[in-house]
């Protein structure tokens, strides 16, 4: 049995066998006209809970829908803006450990706000089929919750609308049916599962709020089995580590925890990946000073060759809370990497180098070791795979480090050997001349040379390559530009004379 059979078999996705969407046109849900939820709130299940900061763990005080009331004695501020809180399919039909979490979170980051938890507990504890059928009807619960704050005068551009795995498209179901446009959506690894083909309608998408941010944490296997959706469903969409899988949730490190913890938190570690996207957003409403940035890419493969770290054109964007409201008409995908704990921030860089040699030599996924040294501190041995190296072509690969090192002052690349084999017919060798170093976090760009001599040479199973920041370079950049100036300006002068 592979891995990811038994991921599935774990968490009990085994149970879908036909993933075929659901039917959408032909639901009275979907064909009616919103006028219709006005005044209606008798057959309403799902539970709003307002939360308060002093105790953000209790169920204290549920809104009752139609009743005016219920708005002060629960404390709901009219004033202040509204986070709402929408939780996704549940195994044991109890609030999961991340909720109180998220809230706590949301209060640090904004004490004034309302937090609401919407509690679908009853229909989200269901066979995964059945619950994710349910989230239409939890969607319209949610849209009569703004429709009727909307009536007692609270402005929809204050309301933000958070959604978990099924939850995500329970947002988007409601932001679909609401009156007016909710302001924003954040979708966390919205549900894959019987929404990777549905319609627009029936799972979170771009119309559903004014502005739809998603991340997608845990998009792994065919698209029918993916546990988070694959497909981009927001104006942005951020594929931290590339999606699929998160740094820190291997099978390995998982049986690690299992040891540690016991099985009673089995549900939890497996979960890993696709629980993450709710802690990157944490991450991103408490670490301010160590806030994520993710980057536009066209693909995963040409991220990870670091040609992706520009931040021109709202290339780059900030990841979670404060993400910057850019509406596409096209879905961006974004990429980054993180760490496996939070705070996740890494410091990306591009690492561009022109490889020489006498000999053709041309090998493929060569282990290197990439040091840097900078000006706070430094990151040793970071171990990456270059997909190919040949005679006279230039390279690029992208080193992400955990570690703020300041300003990069110098790099030590190191070739291993993939093989005892490997140089055994000769020395496997290519000279370098300089490496181009783009940072994506400071966006600047930095020119290393050898220390001693015109060339550096990389040997496979050889020592330490060093460079440092070129000073000439950067100097003489700037006097060329001066250069051609004053050039230009006694130009002007001959002219005028
Ligand atoms: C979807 O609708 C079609 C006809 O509109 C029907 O034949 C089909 O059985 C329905 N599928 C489900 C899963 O309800
Ligand atoms: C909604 O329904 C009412 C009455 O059925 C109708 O007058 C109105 O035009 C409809 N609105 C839209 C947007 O379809
Ligand atoms: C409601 O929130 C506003 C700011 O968001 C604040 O000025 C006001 O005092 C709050 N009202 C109550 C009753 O807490
Ligand atoms: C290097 O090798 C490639 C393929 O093995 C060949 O096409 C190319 O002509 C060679 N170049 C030189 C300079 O020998
Ligand atoms: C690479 O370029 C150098 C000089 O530009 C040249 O001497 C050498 O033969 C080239 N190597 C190959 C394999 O073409
Ligand atoms: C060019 O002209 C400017 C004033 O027009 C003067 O200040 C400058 O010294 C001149 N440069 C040269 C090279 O003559």
């Avoid at 809230?103 to 059945?130: G, K, M």
């Avoid at 180098?353 to 493929?364: E, G, I, P, T």
């Avoid at 000279?431 to 930095?446: A, C, N």
């Avoid at 040997?459 to 950049?477: I, M, N, P």
């Amino acid at each position: 049995m592979g891995k990811e059979n038994l991921w599935l078999l774990v968490i009990g996705f085994s149970l879908i066998k036909s993933c075929e969407p659901l039917n959408t046109t032909t639901e009275s849900v979907f064909s009616s006209n919103s006028t219709l939820y006005t005044e209606d709130y008798s057959n309403i299940e799902t539970r709003f809970s307002v939360r308060d900061s002093e105790d953000p763990e209790e169920d204290l005080c549920y809104l009752t829908l139609g009743n005016r009331d219920s708005i002060s004695e629960c404390g709901f501020n009219l004033s202040s803006q509204t986070f709402v809180v929408i939780h996704g399919w549940s195994v044991a039909g109890l609030f999961e450990s991340w909720l109180h979490k998220l809230v706590t979170a949301l209060f640090e980051r904004e004490p004034t706000a309302n937090v609401i938890v919407v509690d679908w507990l009853d229909r989200a504890s269901q066979h995964y089929p059945t619950s994710a059928e349910n989230t239409k009807l939890v969607g319209k619960d949610v849209a009569k919750f703004a429709n009727w704050l909307e009536s007692l005068e609270y402005p929809l551009d204050k309301l933000h609308l958070l959604g978990y795995s099924l939850g995500a498209h329970v947002a988007g179901v409601a932001g679909n049916l609401m009156n007016h446009k909710v302001n924003r959506i954040t979708g966390l690894d919205p549900a894959g599962p019987r929404f990777e083909n549905a319609e627009d309608v029936r799972r979170l998408s771009p119309d559903d709020a004014n502005f739809v941010d998603v991340l997608h944490t845990n998009t792994r296997g065919s698209p029918d089995l993916s546990i988070g959706i694959q497909r981009p469903v927001g104006h942005i969409d951020i594929y931290p580590n590339g999606g699929t899988f998160q740094p820190g949730c291997s099978l390995q490190n998982t049986m690690k925890m299992i040891a540690s913890f016991g099985i009673n938190n089995m549900d939890q570690i497996v979960k890993c990946s696709h629980e993450r996207s709710i802690h990157l957003f944490i991450d991103s409403l408490v670490n301010q000073q160590h806030q994520s940035l993710a980057y536009r890419c066209s693909s995963k493969e040409a991220f990870y060759k670091g040609l992706c770290l520009s931040c021109r054109k709202n290339r780059c964007n900030k990841l979670g809370y404060g993400v910057k409201k850019i509406r596409n008409t096209r879905s961006a995908k974004m990429y980054l990497k993180t760490r496996e704990l939070m705070p996740y921030k890494v410091f990306h860089y591009q690492v561009k180098v022109h490889v020489f040699s006498q000999k053709n030599l041309s090998v493929v996924e060569q282990p290197m070791l990439v040091s840097l040294y900078g000006t706070h501190g430094e990151r040793e041995e970071i171990s990456i795979t270059v997909p190919s190296m040949s005679s006279n072509t230039t390279i690029s690969f992208l080193v992400a480090s955990d570690v703020d090192i300041g300003e990069l002052l110098m790099i030590k690349l190191k070739w291993e050997r993939d093989s005892y084999l490997s140089g055994f017919f000769g020395k496997n060798e290519f000279m370098i001349r300089r490496l181009r170093i783009k940072s994506g976090e400071t966006q600047s760009k930095l020119i290393f040379t050898s220390k001693d001599g015109e060339f550096a040479y990389l040997t496979q199973g050889g020592g330490e390559t060093l460079f440092v920041k070129s000073k000439e370079d950067q100097e003489s950049r700037r006097e060329s530009r001066l250069h051609r100036l004053k050039l230009h300006g006694s130009f002007f002068n001959q002219t005028t004379e």
